[in-house]
């Protein structure tokens, strides 16, 4: 534990914190609500809360400890019973295919909502046009950045379909809309407000990785000649807040980059687009509010990264994994070097959670 860190605060790390997450740390833990901060090993500085933190309050919901692509997380599921034969035509068919299966921003039409979202009732007039507007063409679509579809094997090489996307354009309005810059007294109307809107957020989230992944299936599928156990189905969410309790109390605990690992909890925490994924159980340790990383963390700002990292050097990191190479110059800061090692992280946090298998990426899609 880092000695400028407040007694409230504790701290699982692979590498020593930088003065920006401590500073930003020492911010959060001077709300008088704020009961407990857990920081994951791959936390990193982020606007405002560091990714990576989880933050237990009492009265207070905190927007900004939560984050703009609110439900955002992963889900993934085996394909079989065949082990995978990807070839480099197979692999060249996935990707050109997955360009329209699985746009980046928006589909050419509107999709079905479920009913459950068609009917969700938002706080203000704006959010339900939104929702109605852009959650119909971006229900299915998977986004920039971080987030991700891959194939990938597991160690009896079985071929597992793994998705990283949030909530689109409805989580960051959500956020926008609420966020203060201090917390919202959960039992007002601007506390409930935001709490009843981040849980549609969730809930699109979550359809969003259902449809990518039945998207993405057909495509996939149809190349290895394998069909998807839905049985298998794994998900995690891990920007959100709920109540829970801990600490021998009821809290209000946000996670910000970062998963929940109850006691018997399965989860998925990836690594950077070029290294492993671990399948895990959660450990349920009441000091890290029961909680896990919910991936590797980024060693290297975005920024940074594109300085730094040659299109060249990030196709030579990605050697055996079949991307669209065509993108590399626009994908440096997603380099696997632009991250940390999540092996080290793994290892950070062997008391929050427990390794059921390690997978490895063989096709990884990205949009920019």
């Known amino acids: 534990m880092s000695g400028n860190l407040p007694g409230k ?43 990576g933190t989880v933050l237990a309050s009492r009265s207070h919901v905190h927007p900004e400890a939560v984050g703009g692509d609110i439900g955002c997380g992963m889900a993934t599921l085996r394909l079989g019973p065949s082990r995978c034969q990807l070839t480099a035509q197979g692999a060249r068919e996935i990707l050109a ?64 379909v793994a998705v990283h996307s949030g909530s689109r354009a409805l989580g960051p309005a959500i956020h926008k809309a609420h966020c203060r810059g201090r ?3 959960v039992s007002s109307s601007e506390g409930r407000g935001y709490l009843d809107d981040a849980n549609v957020a969730v809930r699109y989230a979550e359809a969003n990785r259902r449809a990518i992944l039945e998207q993405a299936i057909g495509v996939i599928s149809r190349v290895l000649e394998a069909e998807p156990d839905w049985s298998s189905l794994i998900v995690t969410t891990h920007n959100f807040v709920r109540l829970e309790s801990h600490l021998g109390a009821e809290l209000w605990v946000h996670r910000k980059g970062a998963a929940s690992a109850a006691e018997g909890e399965l989860g998925l925490i990836p690594g950077s687009m070029g290294s492993e994924s671990f399948h895990v159980v959660g ?63 793994m290892r950070a946090q062997h008391e929050l959670v427990r390794i059921l298998r390690r997978l490895r990426p063989v096709l990884s899609y990205k949009g920019v």
């Open 9 to 51: 605060v504790r701290a699982w790390r692979c590498a020593p914190l930088s003065d920006e997450v401590v500073r930003a740390t020492q911010r959060l833990a001077r709300f008088d609500d704020v009961e407990r901060i857990a920081l994951m090993p791959d936390v990193h500085p982020s606007d405002g809360v560091c990714v």
């Open 97 to 160: 295919e997955l360009r329209d299966a699985v746009p980046t921003h928006k589909h050419h039409r509107r999709m079905l909502l479920p009913d459950e979202l068609a009917s969700a009732d938002l706080s203000s007039e704006s959010l339900r046009k939104l929702l109605a507007r852009e959650g119909a063409v971006q229900l299915g679509t998977l986004g920039r950045g971080n987030h991700f579809l891959e194939l990938q094997l597991d160690e009896d090489q079985l071929p597992w």
């Open 183 to 185: 917390g919202l007294e």
């Open 283 to 345: 450990r349920g340790c009441p000091e890290s509010l029961a909680s896990s990383s919910h991936g590797a963390g980024r060693a290297l700002p975005r920024g940074v990264a594109f300085r730094r990292i040659s299109a060249r050097r990030l196709t030579r990191e990605m050697e055996g994994v079949w991307f669209d190479e065509e993108l590399a110059e626009r994908l440096r800061d997603e380099a696997p070097s632009a991250y940390k090692s999540i092996g080290q992280v």
